[in-house]
């Protein structure tokens, strides 16, 4: 499966962004899915993820009620919707599968084995 995620950019403190991650090559049914972010000096962090079929969703404690993860199936589409953006949000997001995770290790990135390109999300104060 190909990944290619877009819809980062500059938002002030409190604003929204939405990402957008395209699947394709295989269909995003086949796929756990999630959403990445490296933020400078600190280590990989999956933010969010979500099942094949989009009916479960997991949030880091930091995102949560803030960000929300969901999966259009019909156009191989996973998305982000991030409000209430903080200045800690900024980071490099990126989309990512995997075919099969156990829900215990949904936040570890090493369960991912597909990585689309990351989009840059700057929240300024």
């Known amino acids: 499966v190909q990944l290619q995620a877009c819809g980062g950019g500059l938002a002030q403190a409190g604003g929204s962004l939405r990402l957008s991650c395209a699947a394709s090559?295989?269909?995003?049914?086949?796929?756990?899915m999630a959403w990445i972010r490296r933020a400078p000096g600190r280590e990989r962090e999956v933010v969010a993820s979500?099942?094949?079929?989009?009916?479960?969703?997991f949030y880091v404690d930091s995102v949560k009620d803030r960000f929300t993860i969901s999966k259009d199936n019909a156009k191989n589409t996973m998305y982000l919707q991030m409000n209430s953006l903080k200045p800690e949000d900024t980071a490099v997001y990126y989309c990512?599968?995997?075919?099969?995770?156990?829900?215990?290790?949904?936040?570890?990135?090493?369960?991912?084995?597909?990585w689309g390109q990351g989009t840059q999300v700057t929240v300024s104060s």
């Open positions: 979500i099942s094949r079929s989009g009916a479960n969703s």
């Open positions: 990512a599968a995997a075919r099969e995770l156990l829900r215990s290790t949904w936040y570890l990135t090493d369960q991912y084995a597909y």
């Open positions: 090559g295989r269909p995003s049914s086949s796929y756990y």
